[in-house]
């Protein structure tokens, strides 16, 4: 094959074969496609898009550029071999969904593999809220992370590099060519790294809003159809929820906050919002791995799992395991300063993608990958859309140890807090849709 033919094909809306598809991948992993030839035909995709065939053999030959895991040796205390799922959100802001979530489900003896992320740009990262735990570590060899599997039920830790390395290579591509907005190359990417991890079961938390990569309902349904026809396709069991983010989840957005809201989730308080939808995607995971439906445990139920301590027994475990200490005092951000509502009425709008962007400038995310992020710093909010307010009240706290980024900070969040006078505020659901 020769890559500039492929190129020409898909930059006159061609269709690429499955062996084309096979070559470029396999090609580009070895070094044998230039850069600047796979920018050009991801590029061509962006624009021209793939159909559901070739989307299909494009994250195979992903999966096949690697390792894949293999959980079978996994076992229950009466000898069988356990179920998996896992959880995949595509990025939000206060999205600490996975903290109370993963020791949540395993409470019901299914294992949680939860391979996640670091934070880039305005939507925070999994590993990056719990090393804020003191002593935390994400980095776990195989042989640790199954064992904690058999042990305690959950892991979070870091994907390693064996797992799609194709889509690691790609999507540093992506992120500096212009082309990480593609559905085919979003849903390859993500089902690429959760096929190869081998979970059993996979829920997909797609978000509809400012604060997501898809602003509107229509894409983002079409990147959940498109992801759970590529799950079932390789034999995952895969459903996926459209979840509203044009207002952050809970009261926090930062690394240390978020898991101090987790832990009160799991201590059976917590923002509504953040329990009902963990409530959601654990019985969306029983369901998928066999569990709730299943002769004899139908009664598992996980907002009680969460309310009578067995949900905090095995997150204490968890972190444990991985080295942390979950009674210890989390870092608390140096400096802070308080946003004012500047009217009496109804919150309407709080925008999750300027309450983000802000978290992030205050020292929460990072700029560049190298970047290390402030564990105390973030953005807690005093008030949500539906709320009523009075002028001069506190709507949000700004928190840094760097006190020279509160004024980009609050550049972020102008015009992102709109109160109205009053009458009604249609109540916006959290979960919009079920696909799958
Ligand atoms: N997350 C991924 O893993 N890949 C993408 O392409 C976008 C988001």
Excluded at 107 to 132: C, I, M, N, W, Y
Excluded at 366 to 372: F, G, H, S, W
Aim: with cysteine.
């Amino acid at each position: 094959f020769d890559a500039v033919d492929i190129i020409r094909t898909k930059r006159d809306k061609g269709t690429l074969s499955a062996a084309q598809i096979d070559w470029t991948i396999d090609a580009y992993t070895r070094g044998a496609i230039a850069e600047e030839q796979m920018a050009a035909l991801n590029m061509a995709i962006l624009l021209n898009g793939m159909d559901r065939a070739e989307i299909s053999r494009w994250t195979a030959a992903m999966v096949a550029s690697g390792e894949r895991m293999d959980f079978s040796a996994l076992r229950t205390p009466d000898g069988r071999v356990k179920a998996t799922a896992d959880k995949h959100s595509t990025g939000g802001v206060g999205d600490k969904i996975t903290l109370p979530l993963a020791p949540l489900v395993a409470v019901f003896g299914v294992a949680v593999p939860q391979l996640s992320g670091r934070g880039l740009g305005h939507t925070g990262g999994t590993l990056d809220k719990l090393e804020a735990i003191p002593g935390w570590r994400a980095v776990l060899s195989t042989a640790e992370m199954m064992s904690q599997l058999q042990d305690v039920g959950a892991v979070v830790c870091a994907a390693g590099s064996k797992l799609a390395p194709a889509d690691r290579k790609l999507y540093a591509l992506r992120d500096v060519t212009g082309t990480v907005e593609s559905i085919p190359l979003i849903a390859s990417s993500i089902m690429s790294k959760k096929i190869a991890e081998g979970t059993g079961a996979l829920v997909l938390d797609v978000k509809v809003g400012s604060g997501a990569f898809m602003k509107d309902a229509a894409s983002a349904r079409e990147l959940a159809e498109t992801m759970v026809a590529l799950g079932t396709g390789a034999g995952v069991r895969t459903v996926a929820l459209l979840t509203d983010m044009q207002t952050p989840l809970g009261l926090t957005a930062g690394n240390a906050i978020e898991v101090e809201e987790s832990v009160e989730v799991l201590a059976g308080g917590g923002p509504p919002d953040v329990v009902e939808l963990t409530v959601r995607l654990a019985e969306e995971m029983l369901e998928a791995a066999g569990v709730r439906g299943a002769t004899g445990m139908s009664r598992a139920d996980p907002a009680a799992a969460l309310r009578d301590g067995r949900a905090m027994d095995v997150w204490n475990r968890m972190i444990a395991a991985q080295g942390g200490d979950p009674r210890a005092k989390l870092p608390v951000a140096r400096e802070s300063e308080t946003v004012y509502a500047q009217a009496d009425g109804v919150l309407v709008e709080l925008d999750a993608r300027a309450v983000g962007v802000a978290a992030w400038r205050l020292g929460a995310g990072r700029a560049r990958k190298e970047d290390a992020v402030q564990a105390g710093a973030g953005v807690r909010l005093h008030a949500k859309p539906g709320d009523a307010v009075r002028r001069g009240q506190p709507l949000m706290t700004l928190l840094t140890d760097t006190p020279e980024r509160f004024g980009r900070a609050k550049e972020a969040l102008e015009g992102a807090a709109v109160i109205a006078a009053g009458g009604d505020l249609p109540s916006r659901p959290l979960i919009l849709d079920r696909i799958g």
